[in-house]
C-alpha cells in the first residue's frame, strides 16, 4: 500500500478529504465513540481528535474503517471491487524483516512507572463499566512452532498494569494461551496499537494456524514489515506502530466482566465466551494480561475502534472476509462462478447476509442456506434472486414479502449448544422458477414505470 506507516495513512486520508481534524476537546468517556458513531452515519470521514479531555499530548484517531469507503480507502481500491480484493487476500505474502529499532522505541515505560490510566482509553456504550481497547492488535507466538499469530481482540483497563483479554477460546490467540497454560504458564502477548491499517485489516481475518498474518500484511502493503524486539518479551512487533503495550498472561486467572456492548449491537457478545457457574449463572469471562512494557513514539496517536449498535467498525472490518468465505463456498453450489451475483454481509447486523443468485435449479437456494449456516455460523441468510438489490433493505423486504412461502421457504436451525440467540435460519426469497400456470410470473415482477433511471428533470 501507498502509505508509509499510520501517521502518513492519516495524511492520506486528510488530502482526500476523508479524515477530519478536530480541535474541540473532546473526552475519551462516550464523547469520542458518540463522534465516531455519528460520523459512521454519515458516510465518514475519519476523525483524529487532537485535543483529548485529560490526556495532553495525545492524539486519538477514530472511524478509519466505519465504511465500506473507508476500508476500501485503507486496501487502495474502490468500493465496488472490496470482495474481489478479499479473495485475494495471502495470495501474495511478504515476510517481515527483523532492524534493530525504530520510532516505536521513542519512549519506554517499564516496572512501576507503567500505568494504563495514563493512556487515553475510550469508554464507549453507556453501560460499559469500564474504558476498552478494541483495535487490536495482539501478537503472540505459537508455543510449540515459534510462528507469530495476529489478531483483533477487545481488552479491558483493569488496573494500572491489568488488562482483560476477551477473545473465542478456539481462535488462534485463545489457543496458544491455553496451551501454555497447560504447562503452567503464561503466554507472552504484545498488543500494537495504530500499525500500518494493512497489519489491521489482515489481522481480523482469520488466516490457516501456521500462517503469520504478518506476512499476508505485508502482501497487502507491497513492502516486508520491519519488526524490532519488544523490550520484555519475545515478540517481534512493526517498528512504526505508534504504541506497544508487551504483557504476559496470568495463568489461571480469570476476571469476569459485563455487560458491554458488542459487535451484535447490544449487550451481548459472542456467547462462546460465556461460561457457566456452579450455581448455573453464565458469565463472560476474560484472560488477565500482566502488562510488562509500554513503548510508544513521541506525541502518540492511539487508535479507537467503535462497537455496539449499527455501524460499529468491528462488523466492518470482517465483513469484507467473511464475504470472501460466503463466496468461495456459495460459488461451488451454482452450476458457474458467475451465477453469485453478489453477496452483502453489511456491516450493521452482526451475522445477516443476503447472497443473490442467478436460479437454475430449485433446490440451489435451499443448498446455499444450509452450507453457510453449517460451515460459516451466520445468523440469518436471505437467498434473493438476481433483481433484487442486496444492498437495499427495502429490496430484499419486498423479495421476502412476495417470494416467500414461510412453511417451505424458511428453515430454522436450533441452537447446537443450548445457548440464547445462537439459533440459525435462512430465507429462500427467490421466485419459483416456474411461473405458470396461473399467470405467477406477474407476482414476482417489480411493477414500476419504465424509464425511471431515464429521468434526468427530478
Ligand atoms: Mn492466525
Known amino acids: 500500500m501507498g502509505f508509509k506507516d499510520f501517521r502518513d495513512y492519516l495524511d492520506n486520508l486528510e488530502r482526500q478529504g476523508m479524515l477530519l481534524r478536530v480541535t474541540k476537546e473532546v ?9 465516531v458513531y455519528k460520523t459512521g452515519q454519515t458516510d465518514g470521514p475519519a476523525l483524529l481528535f487532537e485535543n483529548v479531555k485529560g490526556y495532553p499530548g495525545w492524539k486519538v484517531a477514530g472511524g478509519l474503517f466505519v465504511t465500506q469507503r473507508l476500508l476500501a480507502l485503507a486496501l487502495q481500491t474502490d468500493e465496488n471491487k472490496l470482495l474481489e480484493r478479499y479473495l485475494e487476500f495471502g495470495r501474495q505474502r511478504i515476510e517481515p524483516v527483523l532492524v534493530s529499532s525504530g520510532p516505536v522505541k521513542e519512549v519506554i515505560i517499564k516496572g512501576a512507572d507503567i500505568d494504563l490510566a495514563k493512556l487515553p482509553f475510550l469508554t464507549y456504550c453507556e453501560e460499559d463499566e469500564l474504558p476498552y481497547h478494541h483495535a487490536g492488535v495482539q501478537i503472540a507466538r505459537h508455543p510449540a512452532t515459534g510462528i507469530q499469530n495476529a489478531s483483533v481482540h477487545r481488552m479491558s483497563i483493569l488496573s494500572k498494569d491489568k488488562m482483560g483479554l476477551y477473545l ?20 507472552e502477548v504484545a498488543t500494537v496499537v495504530a500499525p500500518h491499517p494493512a497489519l489491521i485489516i489482515a489481522s481480523a481475518v482469520r488466516a490457516p494456524m501456521r500462517m503469520d498474518e504478518m506476512e499476508i500484511a505485508g502482501g497487502l502493503r507491497g513492502k516486508p514489515f520491519e519488526l524490532v524486539k519488544c523490550e520484555t518479551i519475545d515478540v517481534h512487533v512493526p517498528a512504526d506502530a505508534e504504541i506497544v503495550i508487551e504483557g504476559v498472561t496470568v495463568p489461571g486467572d480469570r476476571v ?16 462462546s465466551q460465556y461460561t457457566k457457574t456452579s450455581e448455573g449463572k453464565l458469565v463472560l469471562e476474560g484472560f488477565v494480561v500482566k502488562v510488562t512494557a509500554i513503548t510508544m513514539r513521541q506525541n502518540p496517536i492511539y487508535l479507537a475502534m467503535t462497537t455496539g449498535f449499527g455501524y460499529g467498525e468491528d462488523k466492518g472490518l470482517v465483513s469484507g472476509n467473511l464475504a470472501a468465505g460466503i463466496y468461495r463456498l456459495v ?14 454481509v453489511s456491516g450493521q447486523v452482526t451475522g445477516h447476509v443476503v447472497v443473490s443468485i442467478h436460479k437454475r435449479n430449485e433446490a440451489t437456494p435451499k443448498n446455499i442456506i444450509y452450507a453457510v449456516l453449517a460451515t460459516l455460523g451466520q445468523k440469518r441468510i436471505v437467498v434473493v434472486d438476481e433483481d433484487v438489490n442486496i444492498y437495499d433493505p427495502v429490496e430484499v423486504e419486498w423479495a421476502i414479502a412476495t417470494r416467500v412461502e414461510p412453511e417451505k421457504d424458511v428453515i430454522i436451525i436450533p441452537p447446537a449448544n443450548g445457548l440464547p440467540t445462537l439459533g ?17 410470473r406477474w407476482l414476482y415482477k417489480k411493477a414500476l414505470p419504465p424509464g425511471v433511471s431515464d429521468v434526468d428533470y427530478v
Not at 259 to 270: D, M, Q, S, T, V
Not at 424 to 440: M, R, V
Open 27 to 35: 473526552s475519551p468517556r462516550f464523547e469520542m465513540a458518540a463522534g
Open 168 to 187: 473465542v477460546r478456539e481462535g488462534h490467540l485463545g489457543l496458544r494461551i491455553l496451551a501454555a497454560e497447560e504447562q503452567g504458564q503464561g503466554l
Open 256 to 271: 469476569i466482566e459485563g455487560p458491554w456492548g458488542g459487535a451484535r449491537g447490544n449487550y451481548i457478545c459472542f456467547e
Open 331 to 344: 460459488s461451488r453450489l451454482v452450476l458457474f462462478r458467475e451465477d453469485v451475483r453478489g453477496i452483502n
Open 424 to 440: 440459525q435460519w435462512g430465507i429462500d426469497a427467490t421466485a419459483p422458477l416456474t411461473g405458470e400456470p396461473f399467470g405467477e
